[in-house]
């Protein structure tokens, strides 16, 4: 059973960074692809990023691609989301997810992190 703990996020200006980790408990992401998804309110869950922990290979949704970026920790068992160059809509709840498959699609994904509020103030 994978349980996944996040933090970070937070209110940020308009072109500011932000940082996300997600930390893996009970079995370490050595064998699960790692997703990162967003949701805003009254908008469906989208794909953001995901990494293939087995090759360290990263994969971005095109409209985030160059802003937003996928990191692993092996020792901490641990991935970050590094954001920046924030804009307003970018605002969400962000998840980090686990699972077998390494897809944009968010049902393939088992295991769920508890999510964090993203505000980029205008």
């Known amino acids: 059973q994978v349980q996944l703990v996040q933090s970070g996020g937070g209110l940020v200006q308009a072109g500011g960074s932000l940082r996300f980790s997600c930390a893996a408990s009970?079995?370490?992401?050595?064998?699960?692809?790692v997703g990162w998804f967003r949701q805003a309110p009254g908008k469906e869950r989208e794909f953001v990023a995901r990494i293939d922990w087995s090759t360290g290979v990263t994969s971005y949704v095109d409209s985030l691609k160059g802003r937003f970026t996928i990191s692993r920790d092996n020792a901490k068992n641990t991935v970050y989301l590094q954001m920046n160059s924030l804009k307003p809509e970018d605002t969400a709840t962000y998840y980090c997810?686990?699972?077998?498959?390494?897809?944009?699609?968010?049902?393939?994904?088992?295991?769920w992190g508890q999510g964090t509020q993203v505000t980029v103030a205008s």
């Open positions: 009970g079995r370490t992401f050595s064998d699960v692809h």
């Open positions: 997810a686990a699972g077998n498959y390494g897809t944009i699609w968010s049902f393939q994904y088992k295991y």
